[in-house]
């Protein structure tokens, strides 16, 4: 095993340099815990070790949000400790890729699901999981990481294959760049698409719904029962989680797999860029408005309300857009007026710092990374 079959590159070399003049050494995390973290490390003899790592002050003290934090799929710098001193992490490397949602809940925290991710494939079926609506979600989100997104319309030994060809050629129609596969965990062809898509030092991100055979194409990608399965109810097509932990695991065939629980909600964490260029299609309609601030409506010259009266636009997939636009632009407002609240309470925190000695010291200590 070697670093770059973990994923490590020269951009990461050239940026990890000065932590390694210190004599810390990189690692990749592969789980993350409330408490601490664990990641893998080449020992002396290029063997791979697993081991627990805290996290330094100093790192999350700096990070303004806990999407700053380490997650699974990064690099960090880590000072080895010894018998009776723990290993810490001393920094984190700049990401490639961040693959992420909002938190579930009225919260303006974004959630990381997977970092230096090279493909996030997407696993759902044509039947009672199949909703274009989030997949819209799905790929707006992958959009903006940076990953290829794959999407396996699975359990296709369950419906008809014109069922399948349909929901998979919707896909397709939704995001030209997605590649759809139809696939049966069960016959075995949907771990020869993953298995495709994985080589030595690529991160494969895998999501979906309970109960959609993710869990049984992550067993047989890790060739044994890492996972149990559950039995789907068939009438709600929901299943129980099979998967209750997100890690990462390095792959026998090379390669390495994120695997995730399954997602009930799909929340936007993008910008408003990003939700454009997934909406090319109604962003050019849109630029045929007489006004370039119609609300679509019920304004005078509306090509949104044209295409949509004629058939050329889809109005549910134009529900769909003005929906996420306006999730955007609330989680916007939202991270705005808690950023202004944060601020607020940092200054009034220095002020009672600042009252006696005691305190103050500390409070200088804190700012130069003196603690952990």
């Known amino acids: 095993m070697t670093l770059a079959e973990l994923g490590w590159s020269d951009d990461f070399e050239r940026e990890f340099k000065p932590h390694r003049e210190r004599g810390w050494v990189p690692a990749r995390l592969i789980r993350e815990t409330p408490i601490n973290y664990s990641a893998f490390i080449l020992d002396d003899d290029g063997e791979l070790e697993e081991l627990d790592l805290v996290l330094a002050g100093k790192v999350w003290h700096e990070a303004e949000n806990d999407a700053e934090l380490p997650a699974v799929g990064d690099w960090v710098a880590v000072e080895i400790g010894g018998e009776d001193v723990d290993h810490v992490i ?11 949602r909002k938190m579930p809940g009225k919260t303006t925290e974004e959630q990381v699901i997977g970092t230096n991710v090279d493909v996030v494939a997407v696993v759902t079926d044509p039947g009672p999981d199949h909703s274009p609506r989030r997949m819209e979600r799905y790929f707006t989100l992958i959009g903006r990481s940076g990953a290829k997104p794959v999407v396996l319309m699975n359990k296709s030994d369950a419906f008809p294959p014109e069922q399948c060809e349909e929901a998979a050629q919707e896909l397709r129609e939704l995001c030209p760049e997605a590649e759809v596969h139809i696939t049966s965990a069960l016959k075995g062809d949907g771990l020869k698409v993953l298995e495709s898509y994985l080589s030595p030092g690529t991160t494969m991100c895998i999501v979906g719904s309970s109960g959609v055979g993710k869990s049984t194409l992550v067993n ?12 789907v109810n068939d009438l709600t097509g929901k299943g129980r989680h099979t998967t209750t932990t997100r890690e990462l695991v390095p792959l026998s065939g090379g390669g390495m797999l994120i695997d995730n629980p399954g997602m009930r909600e799909i929340q936007m964490w993008t910008d408003e860029q990003t939700l454009r260029d997934s909406f090319a299609d109604v962003e050019e309609v849109a630029s045929q408005c007489k006004f370039h601030d119609c609300k679509h409506g019920t304004d005078k010259g509306c090509a949104i309300r044209a295409a949509v009266e004629s058939g050329e636009l889809d109005v549910e997939r134009l529900d769909s857009f003005l929906k996420l636009d306006d999730e955007i632009e609330e989680l916007t407002r939202r991270a705005k007026k808690r950023q202004m609240t944060t ?3 940092a200054k009034r925190n220095t002020r009672i710092k600042a009252r006696n000695l005691n305190d103050r010291i500390e409070w200088e200590r ?7």
């Open 220 to 231: 047989q990608l890790y060739g044994d029962e890492w996972q149990w399965t559950s039995e």
């Open 90 to 100: 001393r920094a984190r490397l700049s990401r490639r890729s961040c693959f992420s």
């Open 366 to 372: 804190e700012q130069r990374g003196e603690w952990r």
């Open 343 to 345: 601020e607020r309470r």
